[in-house]
């Protein structure tokens, strides 16, 4: 199979050269050139254990990887999940599930594609012989999750932008307190939007990503995407046959990565009900669905800080494939949005495509006390915000994104109760290793240039 940009001024890739390039070099995202329709796969795929599923589904899409090596890459990839089952599917009544989502090595959904995105760039390395420089912006989750598939890869330096003082304590520890020589934390100035289109500006710098062997890690890498495609099937398949086209899943939504993803499958045979967004205070994306603006406005900081996000970097990609896979019109609407921060979209299929939610923060304490109190259930501040309207769903599966653990604050808070893991416990013996930068093009170049140089020494 071969994938193609969303703005169609890049030639086809494979698999392998689309996950080491990341952004298209037209500044697109990379697609399927065809989705499959693997509606004809799902009853022989009943039963399997997550990483023979997680094969079985990426052997179609990584074509020019041999199957027993992509086979080895995906079982390591999940032998460090600390339950059995990788995403348990867990009943709170008949009416809602909840897949969790978090446990993972870093405790939150980012593991289920980074974790497989580290032994793909662990096997580029290993083929090619060269070093290769990782660039990432997080706004909490992503940083600590590509850290932790990265860590100690020969080769393999990593470079993890977060916008200083707008992630939890406990995010910010997982990435800056790993001692790792080839870890590179990086506090900036601003919000997450501001380091994200650092990125993409440093990306957008052909020549330069070629000259230090630049991929990236965060959900503009197709990988990402596929991988987190899984787990909406994991889910959809241990539910009974007649629930399935009645379930909704209900998605924390920041940068729109992992509600796309199952949007994705959807268009592939799984059949369902459909799927709501569900957001924070930063509600650019509830205001589209409803609306049909696409308007770009300031960064509020939240009690759900991965989500505290204006520019949704995925709205790409399903703009895309809501536009008739017209790569013309797409370039159009991302140059408006460019332009003018803003797009305006008054197609009824579109909008209608998927419903929305909003919820700000002491919505998001009451949400985590009402559902501790109905369930004995403990959610995170970010899962918390998908607990909205779902009276009007037949069933729904509501995606646990992290461990509540990772913000003891608002958990203690909200239900005067300490949620704790011991990987977060260890780390609050040790010390924060940052590398504070502007959210500059120049700045972040010069600075991974210097720790490659001293890489090679």
Known sequence: MKFVSTRGQTEPHAFAEAVRVGLAPDGGLFVPEALPDLSGEFESWEGLDYAGLCFEFFRRFATDIDE?????????AYSRFDHEDCAPLVSLDEKTSVLELFHGPTLAFKDFALQLLGNLYGRQVAQSGESINVLGATSGDTGAAAISGLLGKPGVNIFILYPDGRVSPLQERQMACTEASNVYPIAVTGSFDDAQAALKEVF??????????LSAVNSINLARIL???????????KLPRDAREKTTFVVPTGNFGNVLAGWLVSKMGMKVAGFRVATNRNDILDRFFRSGEYSIGDVAPSLAPSMDIQVASNFERFLYYMLGEDAGKTRQAMSEIKQNRSFACGDPEVLSSMSSSRMDDAEIKGTIS???????????????CAFKGLEEFEHCVILATAHPAKFPETIEES????STHPSLEALKAREIGKYPLSPDEQS???FIVSKQQSYQE
């Open 370 to 384: 009402s559902v501790y109190s109905k369930y004995g259930y403990v959610v995170d501040p970010h899962t918390a």
């Open 204 to 213: 957008g710098d052909a020549e330069f990503s070629q000259s230090v062997n």
């Open 68 to 76: 027993g090596e992509l086979k080895a890459l995906v079982e390591d």
């Open 227 to 237: 991988a987190q495609c899984v787990y909406y099937l994991y889910a959809w398949l």
């Open 415 to 418: 239900i005067d109760r300490k």
């Open 444 to 446: 972040i170049k010069d």
